[in-house]
């Protein structure tokens, strides 16, 4: 077992990012950046960029902060327009369970495919509703009707990893009404809550998405059967399906193709699985690219 590097002042990070043979025009410039972004998790936008632990020729550390720029913008994209999916599904799942089953169909184990599944689904409810105790409205349900709620109410508790596996654990029957309002069945469906389950908690917690390998592959229609599937793409073609609303998905094409315009210098669409014709596969609202 290797010993742990001994810390680094930031200049002495600078000396180590030169030695690497990565150009620093200002290194007043770099210290200042270097104290707001960590080194570890700034170098993680230079994978790709060196070999043998040395930088390619012509890289600069503005570069590399470029790219950094590039995906904080690009984790605000996903987030934006990941929530307005995630509201969409907990609204058509509560109403399709509600109007069914009744108002505490969650509760029911006998509702849904697998018990333990369902059991376990219990118990990261209840964790849920203790640690949002305080929120008004668990209060006001806890006031006035002895903590029972609702799935209506209920559902806002679920966090959107748990809102996935319900629905994975729903009667076949149920999950087709729910997929129905999309256009497609269940298989895609399950695939992509839980591909999108993945993003967004990247995104949430300010992970790297640029040149990432995803492990939630989501399934993709044979007419996207030569995209990489692990790649950030895939991901853009699943939240354009979902967003039924044109005027959702106009507004998330159009910003995401601000966004590669004004970084075009300095990404490769490569990396976050783009391919040639991008611009013709997302539709109608951009000019083929």
């Not at 590097?5 to 290194?27: A, G, M, V, W």
């Not at 960029?49 to 984790?75: C, G, P, S």
């Not at 349900?141 to 806002?156: L, S, T």
């Amino acid at each position: 077992m290797n010993p742990l590097k001994p810390p680094c002042t930031f200049k002495e990070q600078i000396e180590i990012l030169k030695s690497r043979n990565l150009i620093i025009i200002d290194e007043n410039y770099a210290e200042m950046i270097l104290s707001r972004v960590n080194y570890y998790r700034l170098s993680a936008y230079g994978l790709g960029l060196h070999e043998n632990n040395q930088y390619k020729e012509n890289i600069t550390f503005e570069i590399i902060y470029r790219l950094y720029e590039f995906d904080v913008r690009f984790r605000y994209l996903f987030l934006e327009v990941i929530e307005i999916i995630e509201v969409m599904f907990r609204t058509k799942i509560a109403y399709q369970m509600a109007n069914k089953y009744g108002s505490e169909c969650y509760l029911n184990d006998s509702l849904f495919q697998v018990k333990k599944y369902h059991d376990k689904f219990i118990e990261e409810f209840a964790l849920e509703k203790y640690h949002q105790r305080n929120a008004a409205f668990v209060k006001h349900h806890e006031d006035k009707y002895g903590g029972k709620m609702p799935i209506w109410v209920a559902v806002e508790l679920f966090s959107f990893g748990m809102l996935s596996r319900f629905y994975g654990n729903m009667k076949v029957d149920d999950q087709w009404k729910v997929a129905e309002h999309f256009k497609t069945s269940p298989v895609f469906i399950r695939s992509w809550l839980k591909c999108l389950v993945e993003v967004r908690n990247i995104c949430a917690h300010y992970g790297r998405i640029y040149n990432r390998i995803l492990s939630s592959e989501p399934r993709l229609y044979n007419e996207h059967k030569y995209i990489k599937k692990d790649r950030a793409f895939a991901v853009i073609i699943v939240i354009k399906r979902l967003l039924n609303d044109d005027s959702f998905r106009k507004s998330f094409v159009l910003n995401l193709n601000t966004l590669i315009e004004e970084f075009e210098d300095t990404i490769d669409l490569s990396y976050i699985g783009f391919p040639t014709e991008w611009g013709k596969m997302l539709g109608e609202y951009i000019e083929s690219k």
